[in-house]
């Protein structure tokens, strides 16, 4: 029997049977429809577990909607095989764990929930930016891809960071303040919820990754008193498997956004997140 081609995922069913789902549909809307949900995000599963699925759970997916802060969440299927291979845009080697896709998805939508205002003080960079960044061949992209968000202008600026199959976050403060000013000095943040990964092996990267910024602004500070700038790892609150990176750096975000104060203060930092450290 004929059957019409479209674009997407064909997926054979217990007795014969067809389901397509199309992927190439809109992703991560929060305007409701049956038609339309984060597909992104259902598409960098598939691929990353290479998933047969049926009828029933075609149907569950069709009516899954992303919200936030609903980090967590997964769509029920079987375990993927163990055989290695390559995919596009892909971050995650472990089950469960974010890829950069959904990662966006979540972060987009977690975006969205916070009031102008407090916008107004924040941007944050594509998770895959920091990555690109240290590739020869898309470095100097990601840097015009950077002066499109006017960071300079912005009290903070979350920038999330996956290396070596980890993720954590950085947030540049009051990069925009004078690198003598006594009351709100430019500082960076990184938050990591495995210690043990040694957040500070980043370090390099990141200096080197500031510096270009600054050059690529034509800001007038030395290149001496850029590297000056205090990069601080405080306590947060630690993963308890190898697969929750991506969900903490989401709760980071989330928690930092609500309580970050109108001026950062190094001192008895990280004040922000006193409350989460005790119950944790």
């Known amino acids: 029997m004929g059957r019409t081609r479209r674009s997407g995922r064909t997926t054979r069913r217990p007795g014969g049977g067809v389901v397509t789902i199309d992927l190439e549909s809109e992703g991560c809307t929060d305007q409701p429809s049956k038609h339309r949900t984060c597909w992104k995000h259902i598409q960098a599963l598939m691929l990353a577990r290479r998933t047969r699925i049926s009828k029933q759970q075609a149907e ?25 291979f390559k995919r596009n845009n892909a971050v995650s080697k472990l089950k469960k764990e974010l890829d950069s896709v959904s990662f966006n998805c979540y972060m987009e939508n977690m975006w969205k929930s916070f009031s102008e205002d407090k916008k107004m003080s924040f941007t944050y960079l594509d998770s895959l930016w920091f990555t690109m960044y240290t590739e020869a061949s898309t470095g100097a992209k990601v840097l015009e891809w950077i002066k499109r968000k006017h960071i300079f202008s912005k009290k903070y600026v979350l920038v999330p960071i996956v290396r070596w199959c980890h993720w954590s976050l950085l947030i540049f403060c009051h990069f925009g303040e004078s690198l003598l000013s006594e009351n709100n000095s430019p500082c960076m943040l990184l938050l990591d919820s495995l210690e043990m990964a040694n957040p500070k092996r980043l370090e390099p990267d990141i200096r080197k990754f500031v510096w270009d910024i600054y050059e690529s602004e ?63």
């Open 218 to 280: 034509g800001r007038p500070e030395h290149k001496h008193m850029i590297s000056q700038i205090p990069l601080l790892v405080p306590k947060v609150p630690q993963q308890r498997n190898g697969v929750e990176c991506g969900s903490y750096v989401l709760y980071f975000i989330n928690l930092f956004m609500q309580d970050a104060p109108e001026n950062f203060r190094m001192e008895g930092y990280p004040y922000f997140m006193k409350c989460q450290l005790v119950q944790s």
């Open 60 to 84: 569950e997916i069709e009516s899954f909607k992303l919200t936030s802060p609903c980090f967590l969440q997964t769509i029920p299927c079987r375990e993927r095989s163990k055989k290695r």
